[in-house]
Nanobody
Framework: QVQLVESGGGLVQPGGSLRLSCTAS????????LGWFRQAPGKEREGVSFMSNGEGSKYYADSVKGRFTISRDNSKNTVYLQMNTLKREDTATYYCARGEYDPPLVEWDLWGQGTQVTVSS
């Protein structure tokens, strides 16, 4: 079955850290870019970070630069999002996505079910 499954969300205090994982199955992981998006209640979905296949180019939204780090382990078919110095405004449902990377564009064609991240004291 072709799918992406996220894990690692939860409740964390401001300033804390979480690591999200997204494990893929049913397709050749190395052939695709992988990305993280988030959507807060009442807001549009926004791109957080992505990492290409091949040379492993990385992109970060300005709001998370210096705090979040994306990585991928092709041997485990898994992409990670290490989130440090979390802020209340990072609260959202986080989604993993698969994409076809044709620089500078990415066409996202497969989504996970999402994992909730809540930053609160």
């Amino acid at each position: 079955q072709v799918q992406l499954v996220e894990s690692g969300g939860g409740l964390v205090q401001p300033g804390g850290s979480l690591r999200l994982s997204c494990t893929a199955s049913g397709f050749t992981f190395n052939d695709y870019a992988l990305g993280w998006f988030r959507q807060a209640p009442g807001k549009e979905r926004e791109g957080v970070s992505f990492m290409s296949n091949g040379e492993g180019s990385k992109y970060y939204a300005d709001s998370v630069k210096g705090r979040f780090t994306i990585s991928r382990d092709n041997s485990k078919n898994t992409v990670y999002l290490q989130m440090n110095t979390l802020k209340r405004e990072d609260t959202a449902t986080y989604y993993c996505a698969r994409g076809e990377y044709d620089p500078p564009l990415v066409e996202w064609d497969l989504w996970g079910q999402g994992t909730q991240v809540t930053v609160s004291s």
